[in-house]
Structures are given as structure tokens and as C-alpha cells.
């Protein structure tokens, strides 16, 4: 017996958990001279990652029996932000009643009263959240955490079971900015805001190739690669204005001689390609056997929380706009122009996402010909547009690939060669481009071939993503008096879309002298969700803007907008081909997809 084994894998974990605030709290800020007071947190986590292996096994002799095994795996996982309270194993059920105690001579978490009773919201089997009702708790409305100032081991008690934890238990996803129990005499504008722009882009890929020559007691090739790539984003992106005591509106005040600001702003993107490659050869003049399985899978989930509020108190603008904005959109990267040269208009781009049929009945008229030779026409146009500003596409006009999402309003356009996706949305009259909320890849080939006296192909092949975006974005103003020399605007705008594209190619032959078997099996998925957890548990986004037992009083408009615009792209592709031959009489071969 020769044989020979080859493995490699490569792993990576990358982690940002944090907490940015800037706060004025129990204070008294007053400028002159048409200065501002900016309140702001900003947050930019990038995290880029590659991981890949490749792996080579060969076996070969002219005695005997020849094997070689060989297994790639890459997988990487990044997270950046984190929710609740992590406890092992904790046995606890959405809905369940604790009572939350402090350490001794610590103060309580930041969003908890010591002695309170606070309601479950049970995310894994060693994660939960807190929630202030019942109600809260099924539609899974939390409390914000933030636990950077504790000290000790803190508790939560459900009859006679208790939960210790410290700070280091405490998710930390926390974007705030905020202005608390004080009162601010601006010139100027008062602006409080929150921008968190993260990004996560990954790219995994695992090889692995094994071959054998038959000797005399013949050959034998296995190949197996697997790769895993899985992201999350969790943050809490908060702005507001607010007075603790609600009882008492006038307590506290704030005056701008502008205009007043309130608003948290989330552009957050995952980029995602997973790749394993499996390939397998046999050859001689006995009998050989191959078997290949390719697997890759890419999982990504987006969870942020926006919300922007003016609470219990007094505003006042003398010349300018109130405004209260929670706004979480995709990443704006330019916009396309719709005069001058390569300009092109929302007729171009409906046109060039579709294609006419041709018309039988018209006589030397080619009407798919003429349409696809106009619809290359305006990607190229577009295309040029990219280029103009920095973004370089692939030469061929077959590699780019425009898709209507919703006629009039979005279009998608997929960069075959490096399977990049872009969005353009038509926004205020203005064609913006931008990246998808997650832009998901996982692609999977498996090949094997087996020849000798008789050949005996395997081969397998399974490519999945699983995409989840359950962000929301609230602005609101409740127990609070505005007066404003202009307009007040109170917007909350949630637009997550999700790109996904899953392909596998699977072949096996089998060809021997006398006889060749082969069997290939592939399969795809792609499962996206929008509204829904992890474990496909329904909750809706939440998007609203209200006024809520408050006073407001506008020389000029009124504007109270919640808008929403979801949208789901997926390409799946599976391609299975088991080939069998052999001089004798025997072949038998079977491909599944």
C-alpha cells in the first residue's frame, strides 16, 4: 500500500465589541456668537478578513493498492457589537419575571434599577436580554445595556435559581449620544448625533485536490473542502434630548438660535464570499475509485437598533428647523447622473433590466436583438459612470448583469467576475448607488474523475447563505414641548436590502475499460429573511415616527414620516453531471441537483 494524506485549514476570529458615548449630563452650556453645541458619536468598525488553505495529496505506484486523502477547510467568523446578558446554559424563556440586583457598591447597570423586576427575552440558550413588560418582551422591544461602570458580580433571581454576572458579560453595542438633564443656551445650532458606519468584508476559501495511480490491487482518490464564513453586526445607535424627571417639562430646556438636531444614522454593510473547491483523479489499469465533497456556506446577520427622541423637555429654535431622524439606509457611494454624457434616466435603467421577445410575425426584425443591443448600450453607459468614479468593472458586457428590484424605484447590478453587487435606488428625484446591507457569495465545485479497468466517480457538491437583517429605526418625541421658527420634521427610514448568490457544480466520471460507474449529487439554498431572527422567529422591523403626549407649535410645517423600503435579491445555480463509460457493456451514471 502508498498512500498519502494532505490536510490544511486556516481559521480566523476577529471581534470589536464596544461602547462610544458623548454625553452632557447635569449641566449648564451656553454660547455666544453664533456658536453651536455639537453633541456626537461616531462609530466607523471595519473589519477585512481572509482566510484561505489549500491542500495536495498524490499516491502513486505500479504495486499494490495507491490512496490519497486530502481535506481543505477555511472558515472565518467576525462580529462586531453585541446584545444582553451571556450566561451559560441559563434555562430561561422569553416572558419569565427576574429581579435584578446590584452589586454592593456598585451602580446598577446603565438602562436597570436595582430591586426592579424586568422581563426575559431569550436570544440563545447562554444569551438573554432584558425587557421592561410582558408585552415588551414577546415583541422583543429590549432595554439598552451599559455596564462600563460596574464593579462586582451582579444578579438576576427567579425564585430560588439566580444569575451572576459582571461587566464582561454584558454585550457591548453601544453608539449614544445624548443630553441629559441639563439645559443648553446656543446661538447657534444644537446638534446631537450618532453615525454608525460599519463594514465587514470576508473572504474564505478552501482547495483541496487528491490523485492515485492504479497498481495492481488499484486506486483510490478522496478529496474533501469546506468553507464557512459568518458575520454579525449588533449595535445600538441612540440620539436624544431628554429630561429623567418627566413630571416637570420645564426643569430643563433646550434653546437654539438655529436650528435644533436630533438624529442616528446607520450605513452599516457585510460583504461576504465563501469558496471550497474539491477535485479528485484516478488512473491506470486497475481499478480506481474517486470521491469528492466541495461544501461552502456564508452566514450573516445585521441587527441595529436605531432611535433618536426629544423626552420630557422644553426645545426652542428661533430661526431654524426642530428635526428627529432615525435613518438606517445603505451606504451611499455616488450618485449616477442623469445629464451629459453616459447620462441615463429611470426609463434607461427599467429598459436595460429587461428584454423583448421577438415578434414572429415581423418579417427581417429582430426585436430580442435590436433590445439587447440597446440594453448593452445604457449597462455600458452606467458602467462608465462607475469607472468615472472609482470603481473599476469588468470589460465584457456579459459579466455585468442588470436586475429590476421594484420598476421605477431600485435596480441591482452584479459584477460576475468578482461577484459584487451594487444598489441603485431612486431617492428625491436622484439615482443614488450604493452597496447592499449584506452582499452574500458561497460557491461550491466539486469534480472527480476515475478511470482504470473500471471506474467508480463520487462526487457532491453543497453551497448555502442564510441572511438576516432585523434592524429598526424609531424617531419620536414624547412628554416634551417644541416650538420651532420653521419647520418640524420627525423621520424614521429603514431600508435593508440583502444580495445573495449561491451557486454549486458538481461532476463525476467514471471510465474504466470494462466498466465505469458515477454519481454526482448538488444542491443550493439561499435562505433570507427581513423581519425575522436567526431561528426564523417572526419579528417585525420596526419603523415609526410619532409625537406622543406633547406640545408642539411650527411657524412653518409639520412633517411626520416613517418609510421602509426592503428588498431581496437571490441568485441560485446548481449544475450536476455524472458521466459513465467503459468498453465492456456495463456503465451506469446518476446526477441529482
Given at each position: 500500500?502508498?498512500?498519502?494524506?494532505?490536510?490544511?485549514?486556516?481559521?480566523?476570529r476577529?471581534t470589536?465589541?464596544?461602547?462610544?458615548?458623548?454625553?452632557?449630563?447635569?449641566?449648564?452650556?451656553t454660547t455666544?456668537?453664533?456658536?453651536?453645541?455639537?453633541?456626537?458619536?461616531?462609530?466607523?468598525?471595519?473589519?477585512?478578513?481572509?482566510?484561505?488553505?489549500?491542500?495536495?495529496?498524490?499516491?502513486?505506484?505500479?504495486?499494490?493498492?495507491?490512496?490519497?486523502?486530502?481535506?481543505?477547510?477555511?472558515?472565518?467568523?467576525?462580529?462586531?457589537?453585541?446584545?444582553?446578558?451571556?450566561?451559560?446554559?441559563?434555562?430561561?424563556?422569553?416572558?419569565?419575571?427576574?429581579?435584578?440586583?446590584?452589586?454592593?457598591?456598585?451602580?446598577?447597570?446603565?438602562?436597570?434599577?436595582?430591586?426592579?423586576?424586568?422581563?426575559?427575552?431569550?436570544?440563545?440558550?447562554?444569551?438573554?436580554?432584558?425587557?421592561?413588560?410582558?408585552?415588551?418582551?414577546?415583541?422583543?422591544?429590549?432595554?439598552?445595556?451599559?455596564?462600563?461602570?460596574i464593579?462586582?458580580?451582579?444578579?438576576?433571581?427567579?425564585?430560588?435559581?439566580?444569575?451572576?454576572?459582571?461587566?464582561?458579560?454584558?454585550?457591548?453595542?453601544?453608539?449614544?449620544?445624548?443630553?441629559?438633564?441639563?439645559?443648553?443656551?446656543?446661538?447657534?445650532?444644537?446638534?446631537?448625533?450618532?453615525?454608525?458606519?460599519?463594514?465587514i468584508?470576508?473572504?474564505?476559501?478552501?482547495?483541496?485536490?487528491?490523485?492515485?495511480?492504479?497498481?495492481?490491487?488499484?486506486?483510490?482518490?478522496?478529496?474533501?473542502?469546506?468553507?464557512?464564513?459568518?458575520?454579525?453586526?449588533?449595535?445600538?445607535?441612540?440620539?436624544?434630548?431628554?429630561?429623567?424627571?418627566?413630571?416637570?417639562?420645564?426643569?430643563?430646556?433646550?434653546?437654539?438660535?438655529?436650528?435644533?438636531?436630533?438624529?442616528?444614522n446607520?450605513?452599516?454593510?457585510?460583504?461576504?464570499?465563501?469558496?471550497?473547491?474539491?477535485?479528485?483523479?484516478?488512473?491506470?489499469?486497475?481499478?480506481?475509485?474517486?470521491?469528492?465533497?466541495?461544501?461552502?456556506?456564508?452566514?450573516?446577520?445585521?441587527?441595529?437598533?436605531?432611535?433618536?427622541?426629544?423626552?420630557?423637555?422644553?426645545?426652542?429654535?428661533?430661526?431654524?428647523?426642530?428635526?428627529?431622524?432615525?435613518?438606517?439606509?445603505?451606504?451611499?457611494?455616488?450618485?449616477?447622473?442623469?445629464?451629459?454624457?453616459?447620462?441615463?434616466?429611470?426609463?434607461?435603467?427599467?429598459?436595460?433590466?429587461?428584454?423583448?421577445?421577438?415578434?414572429?410575425?415581423?418579417?427581417?426584425?429582430?426585436?430580442?436583438?435590436?433590445?439587447?443591443?440597446?440594453?448593452?448600450?445604457?449597462?455600458?453607459?452606467?458602467?462608465?459612470?462607475?469607472?468615472?468614479?472609482?470603481?473599476?468593472?469588468?470589460?465584457?458586457?456579459?459579466?455585468?448583469?442588470?436586475?429590476?428590484?421594484?420598476e421605477?424605484?431600485?435596480?441591482?447590478?452584479?459584477?460576475?467576475?468578482?461577484?459584487?453587487?451594487?444598489?441603485?435606488?431612486?431617492?428625491?428625484?436622484?439615482?443614488?448607488?450604493?452597496?447592499?446591507?449584506?452582499?452574500?457569495?458561497?460557491?461550491?465545485?466539486?469534480?472527480?474523475?476515475?478511470?482504470?479497468?473500471?471506474?467508480?466517480?463520487?462526487?457532491?457538491g453543497?453551497?448555502?447563505?442564510?441572511?438576516?437583517?432585523?434592524?429598526?429605526?424609531?424617531?419620536y418625541?414624547t412628554?416634551?414641548?417644541?416650538?420651532?421658527?420653521?419647520?418640524?420634521?420627525?423621520?424614521?427610514?429603514?431600508?435593508?436590502?440583502?444580495?445573495?448568490?449561491?451557486?454549486?457544480?458538481?461532476?463525476?466520471?467514471?471510465?474504466?475499460?470494462?466498466?465505469?460507474?458515477?454519481?454526482?449529487?448538488?444542491?443550493?439554498?439561499?435562505?433570507?429573511?427581513?423581519?425575522?431572527?436567526?431561528?426564523?422567529?417572526?419579528?417585525?422591523?420596526?419603523?415609526?415616527a410619532?409625537?406622543?403626549?406633547?406640545?408642539?407649535?411650527?411657524t412653518?410645517?409639520?412633517?411626520?414620516?416613517?418609510?421602509?423600503?426592503?428588498?431581496?435579491?437571490?441568485?441560485?445555480?446548481?449544475?450536476?453531471?455524472?458521466?459513465?463509460?467503459?468498453?465492456?457493456?456495463?456503465?451506469?451514471?446518476?446526477?441529482?441537483?
Amino acid at each position: 500500500l502508498t498512500g498519502a494524506f494532505a490536510g490544511a485549514g486556516t481559521g480566523t476570529r476577529n471581534t470589536i465589541h464596544e461602547v462610544v458615548t458623548a454625553t452632557i449630563e447635569d449641566s449648564m452650556v451656553t454660547t455666544t456668537v453664533n456658536g453651536d453645541v455639537a453633541v456626537t458619536a461616531n462609530d466607523t468598525a471595519e473589519i477585512w478578513a481572509w482566510s484561505g488553505s489549500i491542500s495536495l495529496a498524490g499516491a502513486f505506484g505500479s504495486q499494490g493498492q495507491n490512496a490519497a486523502v486530502s481535506i481543505g477547510a477555511s472558515v472565518a467568523r467576525n462580529e462586531i457589537g453585541q446584545f444582553g446578558i451571556t450566561s451559560d446554559d441559563h434555562e430561561l424563556s422569553t416572558g419569565d419575571a427576574v429581579v435584578y440586583t446590584a452589586a454592593a457598591g456598585s451602580p446598577s447597570v446603565d438602562g436597570l434599577t436595582s430591586g426592579t423586576t424586568y422581563r426575559v427575552i431569550a436570544v440563545d440558550e447562554d444569551r438573554i436580554e432584558l425587557a421592561a413588560t410582558e408585552d415588551d418582551a414577546t415583541q422583543r422591544r429590549p432595554i439598552t445595556l451599559d455596564a462600563t461602570r460596574i464593579t462586582g458580580k451582579h444578579e438576576l433571581t427567579k425564585g430560588s435559581k439566580r444569575i451572576k454576572f459582571g461587566g464582561a458579560d454584558v454585550g457591548r453595542g453601544l453608539l449614544r449620544a445624548a443630553v441629559v438633564d441639563s439645559t443648553v443656551n446656543a446661538a447657534g445650532d444644537v446638534r446631537v448625533t450618532t453615525d454608525f458606519a460599519a463594514d465587514i468584508s470576508v473572504f474564505t476559501l478552501a482547495g483541496s485536490a487528491s490523485a492515485a495511480s492504479n497498481g495492481t490491487g488499484g486506486g483510490l482518490a478522496a478529496s474533501g473542502a469546506g468553507a464557512d464564513a459568518e458575520n454579525t453586526i449588533r449595535m445600538a445607535v441612540e440620539s436624544y434630548v431628554e429630561d429623567t424627571n418627566t413630571a416637570d417639562q420645564s426643569a430643563y430646556s433646550i434653546t437654539a438660535g438655529g436650528a435644533l438636531f436630533v438624529s442616528a444614522n446607520d450605513s452599516t454593510i457585510i460583504n461576504s464570499a465563501a469558496r471550497g473547491i474539491a477535485l479528485a483523479f484516478t488512473g491506470g489499469s486497475n481499478t480506481g475509485v474517486t470521491l469528492t465533497v466541495g461544501v461552502s456556506l456564508s452566514r450573516n446577520i445585521v441587527e441595529n437598533r436605531l432611535d433618536a427622541s426629544i423626552r420630557g423637555v422644553t426645545a426652542t429654535t428661533t430661526t431654524g428647523d426642530v428635526e428627529v431622524v432615525a435613518e438606517s439606509v445603505a451606504k451611499k457611494l455616488f450618485e449616477l447622473s442623469t445629464i451629459g454624457t453616459n447620462s441615463v434616466s429611470v426609463a434607461d435603467l427599467d429598459n436595460a433590466a429587461t428584454t423583448d421577445s421577438d415578434d414572429p410575425l415581423t418579417i427581417g426584425v429582430d426585436e430580442k436583438a435590436d433590445d439587447e443591443t440597446a440594453n448593452a448600450a445604457i449597462v455600458q453607459k452606467v458602467k462608465a459612470q462607475f469607472e468615472a468614479k472609482g470603481h473599476d468593472l469588468p470589460e465584457a458586457a456579459d459579466d455585468l448583469v442588470l436586475s429590476r428590484l421594484a420598476e421605477g424605484q431600485a435596480w441591482s447590478l452584479l459584477d460576475k467576475d468578482s461577484s459584487r453587487t451594487w444598489v441603485i435606488f431612486l431617492k428625491d428625484g436622484k439615482l443614488e448607488v450604493s452597496r447592499a446591507t449584506i452582499d452574500s457569495l458561497a460557491a461550491a465545485a466539486s469534480a472527480t474523475f476515475a478511470g482504470g479497468e473500471k471506474g467508480i466517480a463520487l462526487s457532491g457538491g453543497g453551497a448555502g447563505s442564510r441572511n438576516v437583517v432585523m434592524s429598526r429605526a424609531r424617531a419620536y418625541v414624547t412628554e416634551s414641548i417644541l416650538v420651532s421658527a420653521r419647520d418640524v420634521v420627525i423621520r424614521g427610514v429603514e431600508s435593508s436590502n440583502i444580495t445573495a448568490s449561491v451557486l454549486t457544480i458538481s461532476i463525476a466520471i467514471g471510465a474504466g475499460s470494462t466498466s465505469g460507474v458515477s454519481a454526482s449529487v448538488g444542491a443550493s439554498i439561499a435562505r433570507n429573511f427581513i423581519g425575522y431572527t436567526e431561528d426564523e422567529v417572526r419579528v417585525p422591523s420596526a419603523i415609526h415616527a410619532s409625537s406622543l403626549n406633547s406640545d408642539i407649535k411650527a411657524t412653518g410645517n409639520l412633517s411626520l414620516t416613517a418609510s421602509s423600503l426592503h428588498i431581496i435579491d437571490s441568485h441560485v445555480f446548481t449544475g450536476s453531471a455524472a458521466v459513465a463509460g467503459g468498453l465492456g457493456d456495463d456503465g451506469f451514471s446518476v446526477a441529482l441537483s
